[in-house]
């Protein structure tokens, strides 16, 4: 009987501009690379297109790392949501916090919540902080909230009442009641069993404005998909519609911002945790990388075509369980990434006052910068590629060839009805800056206003356009060595390819201690969140060995917010240990309250070791061949070169294949290092080399 052949697993990287794949190769086992266009109208369209390049006619594992969820949210483009909570407690999402956004401005405009007044409803109940059930809904009262609901034909409905946390009974007797309306329910207790009424209603809101869409698009995305597997499979024999549609569908997961996948089911009731999804893939591929090559301690260096995300990572991947998306509070676990508006398709612009400003807006994949032939006002991209950054026939492996004449001429253009005297060497150079400024930034909100210092760590830069700008910003924050990794492109897709099964749990308990943790009080919490989580992970039928995390959040009392540590028998001293390093002060004596209990369960990934990582791109689409590594050496005739412009003045720079360097060979800066999926600027002085892993490392 013939063995049967392992499933494909694909990982796919909806990015604002480019959608990544990456996979292993049935032949030789090394890592394959794919980058499409992006079609952001529906991304679905860019992923199938993808997948019909890869000849593969077998089972298929779609790995999804998805901005669905983030673009629905920033667009505003989610489902009519309602919000049931508790009476008087309607308008808490739209007073939010007390802090103000901008401390001095009287006429800031407010972010508008995502459910308008009409559409928030109070019912009587009240549950006390220690569980205590004081007002139960009643009868009445839940009839005529279904009945003032209906009315309102939401598409789907929020459901967070005051302490719910605590005893979770309340809610469930209202979503027993709005059940029979067909609407999907997202329930407080089930998404968030935290305190703060605030962020957990918001976060559950954002939940219900996002799961029609999710649900909707990863429905389109698996018969999309489904519908290629099957037109392979019965390409070749006419077959009836019966049997046609009795094709078994590909299995597709989702990257959560936690760092790891889900099942697609789950991603689809809880889309909230899917926020950060491909920015989270991304840590989790550079961490690996660095890891390969040595360096545990890495700030992650993530600039696409329309963002850049930075996170900082000391071992092993942490999580942030507050973080602010499109201006909402989310608190479900996160891995800590900040995110700024600057990308290779990031517009520049002349503000009133004259001064050059570049981002947040973007080109994004329609219409793109200028150079790729559409895009009519500048962008990051045509400004590397006017300094000769960029080199027009490189672009893709050469796939795709970027437009100089037409950048110059529209550009020139441009600065003229700008009414700006600068010539485009001098305005490209000063793009490149304001860009670097406002990345720089962002790297020191992840480690010196953190506590960390820059120069501890080294710096890994990926995606399209993190390897041209890399070596200024590690320069410029004295970080003495940045790492390039193999397929930096498309890392965030070999993330997502790498990362483990992972589900997130909590409860808040709000316990106070003075000298003792209650070890076994906290054991007896931590096995009921362990048995949720083997239910679950049982319920999903996933294989292999459950590996368990356990931390606590904790504060001194009176304070407003916690640390996040892990949960050992000298967990007080810990946080004594890490609020002193983190604030500078300790209070010695004063009460510590154990404020939420975490449990992050998860399970090994199929796809466990990397192996080794090939780079270049696909020749013949289709068949998943690399091209063939180029004989070039340093200083041979072949090597061709081209102007650069550094520092305003032209230099004579040479342009290697990243595949054509030799491993552990020592190199010398100025040089542009080309692949298919980025391009790598070195400037002068700078000594480089491949190390064993495949990861090029540029000492500062």
């Given at each position: ?238 077959m009836s519609s019966e049997k046609r549609a009795s094709g078994s569908a590909p299995r597709i997961f989702v990257m959560q911002s936690s760092g790891g996948i889900t099942a697609l089911a789950a991603a689809a009731s809880e889309p909230v945790r899917t926020v950060l999804s491909g920015p989270a ?22 600039m696409g075509g329309t963002s850049t995300d930075v996170s900082l990572v000391e071992g092993a991947i942490t999580t942030a369980s507050h973080a602010e998306v499109a201006g909402f509070p989310v608190s479900v676990p996160m891995l800590d990434i900040h995110t700024v508006g600057a990308g290779g ?356």
């Open positions: 009987m013939p063995r049967r052949a392992h499933p494909l697993r694909v990982a796919v990287d909806t990015g604002g501009t480019f959608t990544d794949c990456v996979w292993r190769d049935e032949a030789d086992g090394r890592l394959r690379m794919l980058k499409v266009f992006s079609t952001p109208a529906d991304p679905s369209q860019a992923i199938v297109e993808a997948l019909r390049k890869i000849d593969h006619k077998g089972e298929l594992v779609i790995l999804h790392g998805t901005t669905v969820g983030t673009n629905t949210l920033l667009e505003r483009k989610g489902a009519r949501t309602a919000l049931v909570t508790t009476a008087g407690f309607e308008d808490a999402i739209e007073i939010g916090r007390q802090a103000r956004p901008k401390l001095y401005d009287f006429f800031f405009d407010r972010v508008e919540p995502l459910v308008p007044s009409d559409l928030r409803f109070g019912i009587e109940e009240r549950t006390s902080r220690d569980g205590e059930i004081l007002t139960s809904p009643s009868p009445a009262a839940l009839r005529s909230l279904v009945s003032e609901v209906t009315a309102k034909q939401p598409e789907s409905i929020a459901i967070s009442l005051l302490f719910s946390f605590a005893n979770p009974k309340n809610e469930q007797a209202i979503a027993k009641a709005l059940t029979p309306l067909r609407t999907p329910l997202s329930i407080s207790h089930q998404i968030l069993p935290e305190f703060r009424e605030y962020e957990r209603s918001s976060t559950v809101v954002i939940n219900a404005y996002l799961q029609p869409v999710m649900q909707r698009y990863l429905e389109n995305l698996k018969t999309r998909a489904r519908h290629l597997v099957e037109e392979r499979r019965f390409s070749a024999v006419k893939g991304g840590v989790v591929g550079a961490a690996a990388s660095a890891r390969a090559s040595g360096f545990d301690r890495i700030i992650a260096f993530d398709g990031s517009l520049a612009r002349f503000d009133a006052g004259g001064a050059l400003r570049v981002g947040p807006e973007s080109a994004g994949a329609d219409p793109g910068p200028i150079c790729y032939g559409r895009g009519v006002q500048p962008t990051v991209t045509d400004a590397n590629l006017l300094l000769g950054r960029l080199q027009p026939t490189r672009f893709l492996g050469g796939d795709f060839t970027l437009d100089l004449d037409r950048t110059r001429r529209i550009t020139g253009e441009w600065l003229k009805r700008q009414g700006s005297s600068l010539t485009l060497e001098k305005f490209a150079a000063g793009v490149v800056r304001v860009v670097n400024a406002t990345m720089e930034k962002a790297i020191r909100v992840v480690s010196i206003e953190r506590g960390r210092d820059p120069r501890d760590y080294a710096l890994v830069a990926f995606g399209g356009a993190g390897g041209l700008h890399a070596c200024a910003l590690a320069e410029a924050l004295s970080i003495p060595r940045v790492i390039l990794p193999a397929l930096p492109g498309a890392l965030s897709a070999l993330g997502i390819l790498l990362s483990d099964v992972i589900k997130n749990y909590s409860r808040t308990v709000l316990w106070r201690v003075s000298s003792e943790i209650p070890v076994a009080r906290l054991d007896r919490e931590f096995s009921s969140l362990q048995k949720q989580a083997e239910k679950d992970f049982r319920e999903e039928a996933w294989q292999g060995k459950m590996h368990l995390q356990r931390s606590v959040d904790l504060r001194y009392r009176g304070q407003g917010y916690e640390l996040n540590l892990p949960f050992t028998s000298n967990l007080l001293k810990e946080f004594e240990r890490e609020h002193q390093r983190r604030y500078g002060y300790t209070y010695a004596g004063r009460e510590v309250e154990l404020v939420t209990l975490r449990l992050r369960a998860s399970v090994k990934s199929a796809t466990a070791h990397a192996g080794k990582m090939d780079h270049g791109k696909l020749d013949d689409v289709g068949t998943g061949t690399l091209a063939r590594p180029g004989r070039a050496t340093l200083g041979s005739p072949s090597v061709p070169k081209a102007k650069v412009l550094f520092d305003g003045k032209k230099l004579a720079t040479e342009i290697y294949p990243r595949e054509t360097l030799k491993p552990g060979k020592t190199y010398s800066g100025p040089a542009i290092i080309t692949e298919y999926s980025a391009t790598t600027v070195i400037p002068p002085g700078k000594r480089y080399h491949i190390d064993d892993q495949g990861n090029l490392l540029i000492a500062i």
